[in-house]
């Protein structure tokens, strides 16, 4: 995986689920505030800081440095609560996709609502897509570095 697309596409997905995380957080200080803005909240957090962990992990250990032990803890951490997120994730784009036969389409366009709830279906497909097009790339990340970091330690004893 190219690590320069892969770098530009987290800092894209930071940018949305930082949108969404302060989207929700509004919503849940808001009058109508319910159970999904709150677990909303925490999952984009974790997937914000999971973004964080691995641009970190991008910018210091690629491609040789081994993670520390609290790196390797907190990742494993986070990448398990991210792909449990998966679901919640996948769960608010198909919500929001039946949502869409339900509402008339001549009512959306009259009242001009059309754009932002085709805006809010584009935005919650890029971001479920986005996250597991990152969660792979954070495997792979850490599969290379395990492999690079090996292949240095074992070069360094066959040399005379």
């Not at 769960?91 to 001009?112: E, M």
């Not at 969660?135 to 066959?158: E, K």
């Amino acid at each position: 995986m190219p690590w320069k697309l892969f770098r530009l596409l987290s800092v894209v997905q930071l940018i949305v689920v930082l949108y969404l995380l302060v989207l929700n957080t509004a919503r849940l200080f808001g009058a109508a505030r319910t159970w999904t803005d709150l677990i909303g909240v925490i999952s984009y957090l974790a997937v914000f800081l999971f973004v964080c962990q691995g641009l970190a992990i991008l910018s210091e250990n690629y491609p040789n440095t081994p993670l520390t032990q609290p790196q390797k803890r907190r990742f494993n951490l986070l990448f398990l609560v991210n792909f449990l997120l998966i679901a919640f994730l996948f769960a608010k784009t198909v919500d929001i996709w039946r949502t869409l036969p339900l509402v008339s389409i001549g009512l959306l366009i009259k009242n001009n609502l059309f754009i932002n709830f085709i805006f809010i279906l584009l935005q919650t497909v890029f971001v479920f897509l986005c996250h597991l097009v990152f969660l792979y790339g954070m495997y792979r990340l850490r599969q290379q570095i395990h492999t690079n970091t090996v292949n240095d330690w074992v070069q360094q004893f066959d040399q005379p």
